[in-house]
């Protein structure tokens, strides 16, 4: 029976935890697509690089994605069976506030599982994926900068200059090519990168003019030139310590620990420290979510979910700073960090079983109510006499 129920409960939880994941990834998606897209527009094939890069950071955004499911997989499920009465019928079959959280607590360990899979392993391959993307795009292998009436030095003595770009079939039009050797117009031509620092250019309806040594120039027409050259590109991606650990899985960050640099050591530590704390933070989102996603009595306020989330953005930012440039060991930060949030979110949930279902929503409420009083009495305009107060009611 008792093995029931908690499928039960899972059962509910589930349904809610992947569909909060799905949506909080394309949300993050949604977030970011103009940013990514302002860096892609000058490629061949946008749309297709993308979804690469959309690709590349679904790990990063599945693992803030499954923090949040997790707590409200969990505080929706509680509060479903608490709307439909049969949270009190748990408690009153003697099922204790131990043994409730015995489902919660299976879902956390899943998500440990989940999130040490992701931000170990999966989110460092996603983030070495990303820097070969942008140094393919700042080198020109996925298509060049090429903008209308404005002159391009390509690097290697040659410039190139496009009077119009028809977008719709990717031609440049009206172009002037000039190299040491000679200056090529063309009605139109494509480029692409061909390898590594170079590019090929196919001029059409090409007329070539060449200098000569007497001062006079030779011409002559083509149908069509191809032209290979070196081109200037972009020096690649590169960053100090603290961010190369982002392309690092645990086995590269325990080798960096290694390392007899100072700097590389502490940056793998951060590293190391911080995520680790997303990981065991998964055994925390149980008490906080049956302490918060439990209603009053006769009551259908969401105030106790929308706190959580808030609690949520709070300890992320706990994280960061726990990970931050502290005179003491990471390991130590992330660990009074993560023992602070433990005691709290403990003595919520205790008083949560102890004062009765509901308690900490309604202290919430209480205080809000509280809250908005002092707002209302402080926000009166300077010089508002009392007797003009008297007067308005």
């Known amino acids: 029976m008792a093995l029931r129920l908690d499928w039960y409960f899972l059962r509910r939880a589930l349904k809610i935890y992947g569909a909060v994941c799905i949506v909080m990834a394309a949300l993050l998606i949604l977030e970011n697509t ?61 099922r204790s506030p131990a043994r409730l959280l015995v489902a919660p607590m299976i879902l956390a360990l899943a998500t440990m599982g989940v999130q040490a899979g992701l931000r170990f392993e999966l989110q460092p391959s996603g983030e070495v994926r990303l820097q070969q993307l942008g140094n393919d795009i700042l080198s020109g292998m996925l298509g060049l900068a090429v903008h209308a009436d404005q002159p391009i030095s390509l690097g290697g003595g040659t410039s190139l200059y496009v009077d119009r770009i028809d977008a719709d079939r990717q031609r440049l039009l009206d172009v002037i090519l000039e190299t040491g050797n000679a200056t ?25 003019v ?31 310590a603290r961010f190369e650990t982002k392309q690092r899985g645990l086995a590269g960050l325990i080798a960096m620990h290694r390392n007899r640099n100072a700097d590389a050591r502490a940056a793998a530590d951060k590293a190391i420290a911080e995520r680790a704390s997303y990981v065991l ?59 602070l949030w433990a005691t709290v979110l403990y003595i919520l949930f205790a008083y949560e079983q102890k004062h009765g279902p509901g308690w900490v929503e309604s202290w919430l409420f ?28």
């Open 366 to 393: 209480a205080l809000t109510r509280r809250l908005r009083s002092i707002v209302r009495r402080t926000a009166s305009p300077i010089g508002y006499s009392k007797a003009s107060r008297a007067a308005h009611g």
């Open 34 to 94: 103009p940013r990514l897209l302002a860096l892609i527009g000058d490629t061949t094939h946008p749309l297709r690089i993308l979804a690469q890069m959309s690709l590349a950071l679904i790990p990063e955004y599945m693992a803030i994605g499954t923090l949040v499911g997790l707590f409200l997989a969990i505080a929706l499920a509680t509060r479903s069976l608490c709307l439909s009465g049969e949270y009190q019928i748990f408690s009153a079959i003697g």
């Open 184 to 208: 090529f117009y063309a009605r139109s031509a494509d480029a692409a990168y061909v390898s590594e620092g170079f590019v090929r250019f196919r001029l059409e309806h090409v007329t070539a």
């Open 281 to 339: 933070a998964c055994l925390f989102f149980p008490w906080l979510a049956i302490a918060l996603g439990t209603p009053p009595l006769r009551s259908t306020s969401g105030l106790g979910i929308g706190a959580g989330c808030i609690v949520i953005v709070l300890f992320i930012k706990s994280v960061s700073l726990a990970a931050s440039d502290l005179p003491i060991s990471p390991f130590v930060a992330a660990a009074v960090n993560l023992g």
């Open 210 to 240: 060449y200098p000569q040594a007497s001062g006079r120039a030779r011409s002559g027409t083509f149908a069509a030139i191809d032209f290979v050259t070196p081109m200037h590109s972009s020096a690649p991606i590169t960053g100090p």
